[in-house]
Structures are given as C-alpha cells and as structure tokens.
C-alpha cells in the first residue's frame, strides 16, 4: 500500500507540530505548511531530516501549489492565542478567509479529505454551559476578539459551503484549551503565563476575580481525538476538549503548588469579552469516535511543568 500523504497548514505550530509527530509515527507521508509568524522551527526541527517529513514554508492566504498527490487537508494554521491574535488581527482573518478557500480549492483539486481547526471561540461568551455543537454561540462580531472569533466561524461556513456545493469530504473540529509542550512560553495563555511566572518568581496574574472557568485537554489527547476524526465520516462540527472545568483561581492555585514556588497571586484587570465559562460537552465525540481525554489536569501540568523547566531559558 502506499503511504498517503497529509498536508498540515499550521504544521509547525503548538498543535499542528504534535500532529505532525503524530502521523510520522503512523506511516503517512507528511507536508508541514507553515509562515512561521507564530509557529517555529523548533517544534520541527526534529522531523527535517525524516524522509517522509517535508516543511514548506509559505503564506497559505496566497495560493497553495502543491504537485503530486495529498489524501488529506489538515487546516491548522492561524494565530491561536488571544495575545498573538490581537497583534495580527488582519492576519488571522486572512488565514480564516483566504487561507480556507486556498485550503478548500487545493483539497478540491487533488480530491483530498479536508479538515478544519475551529475553536470553542465560535460560542463566544457562552450562554449555554457546557456548550453542545448545536449551540449557535454569542459572539461579539465588533469587539478586540472578534478576527479569531469571526474567522474560524467564517472558516466553518466555507467549509460547509464546499461540502453542500462541491461534495467535498469535510469534517470541523472545535478546539477547547489544549496545553502541553510547545507552547511558546511568551504566547499569553494562561497556561505558559503562570508556569513560566511561577518558575521564575514572578507574581502570577490573575484577570479579573479568577472566577472565570476553562476546562484544559492535553496535547496528545486532543490530537489522538483529531486522528480518529479524519478517519470518520462526520462532517458536522465536534467538539474536542477535557471536560473538567476549573476557575482560572482554582489554576493559579494548582500551578503554585505542583511548581512550589514562593510566587504570590496578583490580580489585573479583565480583558474585554473574556468568556466568562467554557466547557465543552464531548458527548458527540464519544459516540461517534468513541473517544474521550484520558490525561487529568494533574497529570498533563506536572509533563508540562517539566518540559518548561527544562526549555524555559532557551525560550525565553
Ligand atoms: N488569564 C489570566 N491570567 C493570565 C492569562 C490569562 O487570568 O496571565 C485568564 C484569561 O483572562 C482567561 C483565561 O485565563 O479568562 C484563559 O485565557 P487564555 O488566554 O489562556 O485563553 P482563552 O481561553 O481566553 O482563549
């Protein structure tokens, strides 16, 4: 049989570079795309020299031309973090845009499959708690979070389109908080953030009250959840993530204790249209993938604790 071929868009990104890993090590033939605003080598570096890993390094909001055969379209890229979206705002609706029609019409062309990283962005401030992919979200279309948020919704509907129009063979997953190794312990997030500000003394930010809640997956889980979706027949939106929810304070508190800093909690203003809870209802998922988290926050912290501590000063 011969091996297929995957192009990951995004693939030297936090989750697109653990994908990349992933299908390495199941035989297929992998083509990382990626413009490197956000993402970096060194996630990839790792795989340069493997003969079934290629990087491209190309912009996907300008056309894609690729030869030869793909069997699959991972669309990955995008800024991901609320920090790096809010500095490349345009970016990340071109990416969203442009970037999903180029990865539609390349998919289209070499009669691929195709599947897009949406977000739990796209309930917005959630009114519905936890949030099943039934529900239509509540996002502001005008506010500071609005080009991650619109994007990936428009990125959705694109999708939809080509599978109504074109017969295209498409799945959505939306992504809830993923952590693990990799993230760039500058991004924003909240997981870099109080890991690195508690490896290194610092106060460690809390926004608002802390009250706000997130429900955080592990990298390798989400990823094995990604795998078992491109392998199905779904084409319509599911959700991906842990369902164990924490308020932001319950996390800081974790973070200081698992690292036992000297670290003290601040606290600092909220940022506008922070989604005041987030779980993601993963029924879907184990039904028709039969797939759920397997790693507790516990467990996943304490591996990314040690991955910052030992990468932290390169990082920094
Ligand atoms: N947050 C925080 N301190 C930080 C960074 C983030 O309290 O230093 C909060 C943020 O306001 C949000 C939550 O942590 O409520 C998750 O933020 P993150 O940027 O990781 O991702 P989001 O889920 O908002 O996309």
């Not at 031309?65 to 705002?89: E, N, W």
């Not at 203003?269 to 987030?278: G, S």
């Amino acid at each position: 049989m011969p091996k297929k071929t995957v192009l990951i868009t995004g693939g030297a990104g936090f989750i697109g570079s653990h994908l990349c890993d992933n299908l390495i090590a199941r035989d297929f033939k992998v083509i990382c795309m990626d413009n490197l605003i956000t993402g970096t080598r060194d996630n990839i570096r790792h795989l340069l020299k493997d003969k079934n890993f290629r990087f491209v390094q190309h912009d996907i909001a300008r056309p894609i031309k690729l030869k030869g055969k793909i069997d699959h379209v991972l669309h990955f890229a995008s800024p991901a973090s609320p920090q790096d979206y809010l500095r490349f705002p345009i970016e990340t609706l071109k990416v969203g845009s442009l970037g999903t029609h180029n990865a539609l019409g390349l998919s289209k062309e070499k009669k691929a499959k195709f599947l897009v990283a949406s977000t739990s962005e796209i309930y917005g401030d959630p009114l519905e708690h936890p949030q099943k992919e039934t529900y239509w979200g509540n996002v502001n279309s005008v506010g500071i979070r609005s080009c991650y948020d619109e994007a990936k919704r428009f990125s959705e509907a694109l999708t939809m389109a080509y599978h109504r129009s074109h017969k295209l063979d498409t799945r959505i997953v939306r992504i809830f908080n993923t952590y693990g190794p990799r993230m760039r312990i500058n991004d924003g997030r909240v997981v870099p953030n109080f890991i690195y500000q508690a490896l290194t003394g610092k106060p460690i930010t809390v926004y608002g009250k802390g009250s706000q809640t997130r429900s955080f997956c592990y990298v390798s889980d989400l990823v094995e959840g990604i795998y078992k979706l491109m392998l199905s027949s779904e084409h319509g939106p599911v959700n991906l993530g842990n369902p164990d929810e924490f308020t932001i304070l319950e996390f800081a508190k974790m973070v200081t204790c698992f690292t036992r800093t000297s670290s003290k909690i601040v606290y600092k203003p909220l940022p506008q249209d922070d989604p005041r809870q987030r779980r993601p209802d993963i029924s879907k998922a184990k039904r028709i993938l039969k797939w759920s988290p397997k790693i507790s926050l516990k467990d996943g912290l304490q591996k990314t604790i040690e991955w910052f501590k030992i990468n932290h000063s390169r990082l920094e």
